[in-house]
């Protein structure tokens, strides 16, 4: 953790939506905002996915029993990158010097389920939502790709902003 962007509690849920898009133009066409002006604060953004399975895929998953080796451990590295490069794969998307992230996994093996959770910081003019939910997305993704020999009727989903901080709007999910 950088000594000048620490965790933010945040009281407040923040659900306003802006009067007009802001990637979108006068005409209609497609922007980058510009953020130049916008004053240096830290930025914090959760954002989660799930992935559920066969039973047996929940086993295969706790016994780390799996040909391609350890699901959890290569998921989080895919989800890492995949953060790192969100500005090459969504368009309007600024390039953002990352402090952190972070991907958390909770196996709820009793449900066949896997919570994935990723955090993202950075000291910017622009918010790291994006950043977390690609991190997410994709760790949910790689879990599907590393499991898929034995379970093709994994579903992914549940893919969110849980809260974002440091902004002009503070956000969190209910």
């Known amino acids: 953790m950088s000594a000048g962007c620490r965790r933010l509690e945040v009281e407040v849920v923040a659900d306003d ?3 007009r898009l802001t990637h979108v133009g006068e005409g209609g066409e497609a922007r980058m905002v510009d953020v130049g002006g916008k004053v240096v604060t830290c930025r914090i953004a959760r954002a989660g996915a799930r992935v559920w399975m066969a039973p047996k895929t929940m086993e295969l998953l706790v016994q780390q029993a799996f040909p391609k080796g ?3 451990a290569v998921a989080r590295v895919a989800g890492i990158l995949a953060a790192k490069r969100t500005s ?3 368009p309007l998307c600024h390039p953002l010097p ?3 992230v972070d991907i958390r996994f909770t196996v709820r093996r009793a449900d066949a389920v896997v919570d994935i959770e990723c955090e993202a910081r950075t000291e910017g003019r622009t918010g790291v939502e994006m950043e977390a939910i690609t991190g997410a997305t994709m760790a949910a993704v790689t879990i599907y790709d590393m499991c898929k020999a034995v379970d093709r009727g994994m579903l992914i989903g549940d893919i969110r902003l849980l809260e974002k901080t440091g902004g002009r ?3 969190r999910r209910s």
């Open 17 to 19: 939506q802006a009067e």
């Open 98 to 100: 990352l402090d952190l």
């Open 70 to 72: 350890d699901v959890l």
């Open 88 to 90: 090459e794969l969504v």
């Open 169 to 171: 709007h503070d956000y």
